[in-house]
Structures are given as C-alpha cells and as structure tokens.
C-alpha cells in the first residue's frame, strides 16, 4: 500500500504541477493577466533575436555593430553588392577591380541576396554562418564575393569583379 500511495501522490503532484502551467489563454487566466487585452506583434527586432545564426539571425557571439563606416563613390561595371552595402574602397589590380565594403547584414543573409539575385548565373556559393562566399558572372563580367561577419548583424565584403573571361577570381573555399 505504501507504494500505490506514493504513486497515487506523485500523479497528484504531477497533474497540480501541470494544470499551474497555463498559456495563458481565457479558459485558464493567468494573475495579473487580463485575457480581454490581447497583445501587439513582437517588433521586427525581437523576432530577428530569436532567428538562429543559420537561418540569418544575429551573430550574438559577435559584439553590437557601430555605425557604418563612411562610403566613397565607386562606379564600378559589373559590381553587384546587396543593397545598402557601402563601398569603403576600390583598387584596380589589372584585369581585376578588387572592392571593400560594409553591408548591415549576416553573411547568411549576404549568401541568401545572391541566390535570389536576378540575373545573376552562380557558379559556387558557400556558407559558414560566419562567412560566406560566391562566384558568379552576369552580363560581361565575372565575380567573387566574401562576407565576412564583423559584428552581430554587419559584414565586410571583399569583392572581386573581372571581364567575362578573366580567369583571376579567387576560388570558393580557398
């Protein structure tokens, strides 16, 4: 008997436990809580905090962002960058034009810009959470884009934009 009591008293605890534990809807009110007054959607970015890292959520290992650097005007053919992205610098190399920049965005997200991009036909395409890369061409022109993580939700961008037939580009992955 002593046993079927313990039983008997550890599903009573059990189902007491269970019913305190409410969601909060009308059936079951929860202290404090008026079930009339509904509350509003969570805020762009609260939702963009519980994203996980994979799916282009915040770096949150990563420190804040400051704000972006100051962009230079770059009128570079065949550049394609995410919009928003600011040019910190551009070098000619030749028969490569090799571009810096800042983008307010995870390299998740600078990956997933180029899968979407139209126009664009993508050779190879690699992601790391904290760094991402692409080779693509468009028009008359080849690229290579890196974006690497700098903060919880900014990217440097190091670009690499040549003639069609250039075969100068950085490989992905190497």
């Known amino acids: 008997m002593t046993v079927r009591r313990w039983h008997l008293g550890c599903c009573v605890v059990f189902l007491l436990a269970a019913s305190g534990c409410s969601n909060g809807s009308a059936s079951s009110p929860v202290a404090g809580h008026d079930p009339t007054v509904t509350s509003s959607a969570p805020n762009a970015s609260s939702q963009r905090a519980t994203v996980p890292p994979e799916d282009g959520g915040p770096l949150v290992a990563l420190p804040s962002c400051q704000p972006p650097p100051p962009g230079i005007h770059a ?65 008359k022109f080849n690229s290579y884009v890196k974006a690497q993580a700098q903060c919880q939700q900014g990217s440097l961008l190091i670009a690499f934009v040549g003639p069609g037939e250039s075969g100068d580009l950085p490989s992905v992955g190497g």
């Open 75 to 139: 009128d570079v053919p065949g550049l394609v960058l995410p919009e928003g992205a600011v040019v910190t610098e551009v070098e000619d190399q030749g028969p490569l034009i090799s571009v810096r920049a800042y983008v307010e965005q995870t390299p998740v997200q600078v990956r997933r810009f180029y899968q979407q991009a139209k126009g664009l036909e993508l050779q190879e395409i690699e992601d790391e959470v904290y760094e991402a890369e692409a080779l693509f061409s468009g028009a």
